[in-house]
């Protein structure tokens, strides 16, 4: 099943088109979702109007958005067709994939603006690109296009726009069928797996890792692919 969550803005409740609720995400039946919208970024004349309590009360909302959409059990890939600057770009560092249009414009401005990245932004861009090289991005509050992001490996894939303008929208959803038909408790433990891997030594993330694999022995998928491959047939998985 591919969920789409169109957002309005990145700190606003998610709306979305056959969004499924927390118990179904956990449910037999593999989900991807793929986040679009509009051109994403704080609305700085809104922010201008809040007291300093208010700002705080509101980048933490914004920043426990980011990590639900982190911790979303199944993967969730970003589109980015138009501008994702600041919040937006932090809401797609968020996921698990990026796929961008060549023609959009992402970054972390916030030290343009007097700010620092507050949602996400200073933990995720070192773990995705490297201190070095997140800590350029950051300090100068550089803008990359599309391209210059897929070179750095910030997006998995970076595609022409279309004249719709809507490119990387239908990238996003050729990438989710792409997972939808493998098996759904290897996936969602192969992205535990990686998640905390990443957080520990090397040697705690082969203990999680073990941890993963154990849980996923005992599942009918794990019969039906070994099944499928000796019987030379396409695997049906059913999520247990």
Same mark, same amino acid.
């Given at each position: 099943?591919?969920?789409?969550?169109?957002?309005?803005?990145?700190?606003?409740?998610?709306?979305?088109?056959?969004?499924?609720?927390?118990?179904?995400? *956990?449910?037999?039946?593999?989900?991807?979702r793929?986040?679009?919208?509009?051109?994403?970024?704080?609305?700085?004349?809104?922010?201008?109007?809040?007291?300093e309590a208010?700002?705080?009360?509101?980048?933490?909302?914004?920043?426990?958005?980011?990590?639900?959409?982190a =911790?979303?059990?199944?993967?969730?890939?970003?589109?980015?067709?138009g501008?994702?600057?600041? *919040?937006?770009?932090?809401?797609?560092?968020?996921?698990?994939?990026?796929?961008?249009?060549?023609?959009?414009?992402?970054?972390?401005?916030?030290?343009?603006?007097?700010?620092?990245?507050? =949602? *996400? *932004?200073?933990?995720?861009?070192?773990?995705?690109l490297?201190?070095?090289?997140?800590k350029?991005?950051?300090?100068t509050?550089?803008?990359l296009?599309g391209?210059?992001?897929?070179?750095?490996g910030?997006?998995?894939?970076?595609? =022409?726009?279309?004249?719709?303008?809507?490119?990387a929208?239908?990238?996003a959803?050729?990438?989710?069928?792409?997972i939808?038909?493998?098996?759904?408790?290897?996936?969602?433990?192969?992205k535990?797996?990686?998640?905390?891997?990443?957080?520990?030594?090397i =040697?705690?993330g082969?203990?999680?890792?073990?941890?993963?694999?154990?849980?996923?022995?005992?599942?009918?998928?794990?019969?039906e692919?070994?099944?499928?491959?000796?019987?030379k047939r396409?695997?049906?998985?059913v999520?247990?």
């Amino acid at each position: 099943m591919l969920r789409v969550l169109c957002l309005l803005r990145p700190w606003r409740p998610l709306r979305a088109r056959g969004c499924a609720s927390d118990s179904a995400a *956990g449910g037999s039946e593999i989900q991807v979702r793929a986040l679009a919208g509009p051109d994403q970024g704080a609305d700085l004349k809104e922010r201008e109007q809040m007291s300093e309590a208010e700002v705080g009360v509101f980048v933490q909302r914004l920043r426990g958005l980011m990590n639900d959409i982190a =911790a979303f059990p199944a993967p969730t890939i970003a589109a980015m067709d138009g501008f994702a600057l600041g *919040g937006g770009l932090e809401l797609a560092l968020a996921c698990d994939l990026r796929v961008a249009a060549s023609s959009a414009i992402m970054g972390l401005i916030e030290t343009t603006r007097g700010l620092l990245p507050g =949602a *996400g *932004g200073t933990q995720r861009l070192p773990r995705c690109l490297g201190v070095a090289l997140a800590k350029e991005l950051i300090f100068t509050g550089r803008r990359l296009s599309g391209t210059e992001a897929h070179a750095l490996g910030l997006v998995n894939h970076a595609v =022409a726009q279309n004249e719709e303008g809507d490119a990387a929208y239908h990238r996003a959803r050729a990438l989710a069928q792409e997972i939808l038909p493998q098996a759904p408790i290897a996936v969602r433990l192969g992205k535990v797996a990686i998640d905390r891997g990443m957080e520990v030594d090397i =040697a705690s993330g082969m203990a999680i890792e073990g941890m993963c694999y154990a849980q996923n022995i005992p599942t009918r998928d794990r019969l039906e692919g070994m099944a499928a491959f000796r019987e030379k047939r396409p695997p049906t998985f059913v999520g247990e």
